[in-house]
């Protein structure tokens, strides 16, 4: 495809004027807002406002007169849409790690007697940490490790919860989250889902797949800023049932009351633990508009062409240089990403990093490119292969500058 062909993408996109929403460095190319969402431009102007008008004015009045208290549930609702639940379903607490820890646990309670819990041997570390820990805890379970391929056979009657998240951090390979819901629930199983590259990715239905748990991540696709709180949801029908762990006093159902013995709130409050972090929940609130009116169909999209996109102007590249396509080429199975192998991955992503093209690794050989459709343009694409190609021709990536790992990779 010529760069004419592509920047005609650009003018035909209906997502086009989204990007002008966003804050983005000048002659950066960005392609890890899969890691770290980029910077909305109206979240600027509302901490701006929370910090001088909300904190600095009105002080302790604001969590009755801007409606703080409310915060993680407002801000859960606004989430709610993107992933196909009910309003009342999503709330918005603590890290992904704390909330699956939440609903893990809640889930194992739900299915007595039944001592395994199976999950994807690649599945995030801190899915399986937490899930090593509960099993830990509670001393009554064991975790079930297996590949993708073996999740299936694996599901039998002593499995009390499938863990699963549903695009692979490495690969970009997305599971059939429906197919495998049904398959569980068929086997008395429950299900929990990690949306951390789902959510404001493409268009999620949780409902409509009878998910029972999910959780997700507020700073990735959601773009809510470094360490931005995380959302869980809790299908209607299992929160009644589901039983908070960590009770902390803004999940009891009337915490103004002070009294000593803990009530779980009603609603889903009950699995909030300590004070909201409202810095960071306004942020994401902000964030958030930037959704408004957004058809999600239309995202999801323009995500395929961008990562198709990606994956055909690569071609030359990939069998020049032994870049090895990890990301199915099937859009089903595909999430917002695009992954290469290569054994100098590393070093070649950092020169491309100084180059301006943003995209990071992991261990041991992955190269990786989140596809953002509200901010990134074909055109982008087009730039980013093309620098790719200069830093592998001129060989900049040998510079020893490049070789050097840094803490966050
Ligand atoms: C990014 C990510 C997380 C992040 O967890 P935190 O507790 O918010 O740091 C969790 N799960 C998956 C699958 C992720 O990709």
């Known amino acids: 495809m010529t760069l004419a062909e592509i920047k005609s993408l650009d003018q035909a996109d209906p997502l086009a004027a989204k990007r002008e929403e966003f804050l983005l460095p000048e002659g950066v190319i ?23 008008q909300e904190w600095g004015q009105s002080l302790i009045k604001s969590w009755n007169t801007h409606g703080w208290i409310d915060l993680p549930q407002r801000v859960g609702a606004r989430i709610a849409r993107l992933v196909g639940a009910e309003p009342d379903e999503v709330v918005v607490a603590d890290s992904t790690s704390v909330n699956l820890f939440k609903v893990l646990l809640a889930a194992l309670e739900l299915r007595p007697g039944r001592r395994a819990i199976l999950s994807d041997i690649a599945n995030f570390p801190t899915d399986l940490y937490i899930a090593q820990g509960i099993t ?39 599971y059939e989250m429906a197919h495998l819901t049904r398959l569980a629930q068929q086997k008395g199983a429950l299900v929990v889902w990690d949306l951390a590259h789902s959510a404001g990715a493409f268009p999620v239905h949780l409902n409509q797949a009878q998910v029972d748990f999910a959780v997700g991540c507020g700073y990735k696709y959601l773009n809510g800023g470094p360490g ?27 915490p103004f009351a002070f009294s000593p013995e803990y009530i779980p709130a009603e609603d889903l409050r009950r699995l909030t633990v300590g004070t909201p972090a409202i810095l960071s929940l306004s942020a994401l609130e902000a964030a958030l508009e930037v959704f408004e009116g957004v058809d999600m169909a239309l995202v999801r999209q323009k995500s395929l062409q961008l990562t198709d996109l990606f994956i055909q102007l690569m071609e030359p590249l990939a ?49 990786r490119f989140g596809f953002a459709p509200l901010y990134l343009r074909f055109e982008d694409v087009y730039q980013a292969v093309h620098r790719l190609a200069q830093v592998m021709q001129s060989g900049l990536w040998r510079e020893a500058r490049f070789q050097e790992r840094a803490k966050v990779t």
Not at 152 to 160: C, H, Q
Not at 345 to 359: D, F, K, N, T
Request: hydrophobic share 45%.
């Open 30 to 52: 960005y392609l890890d807002g899969n890691s770290l969402g980029a910077l909305p431009k109206r979240v600027v102007a509302r901490m701006a406002q929370v910090i001088q």
């Open 136 to 174: 830990e805890l509670l001393k009554r379970h064991e975790l079930r490790l297996v590949s993708k391929e073996e999740i299936d056979k694996s599901l039998d009657e002593e499995v009390a919860v499938l863990l699963l998240t549903e695009v692979d951090y490495r690969t970009g390979y997305r």
């Open 228 to 254: 931005a709180p995380a959302f869980l949801f809790v299908a209607r029908r299992h929160q009644a049932a589901t039983r908070p762990f960590l009770t902390g006093w803004m999940g009891h159902a009337d």
């Open 319 to 367: 069998a020049r240089y032994g870049f090895q396509l990890a990301t199915p080429l099937e859009h089903a199975r595909r999430g917002s990403q695009v992954s290469y192998r290569h054994p100098e991955g590393y070093a070649i992503m950092q020169a491309l990093i100084a180059q301006g093209v943003v995209g990071d690794f992991r261990a041991p050989d992955i190269l």
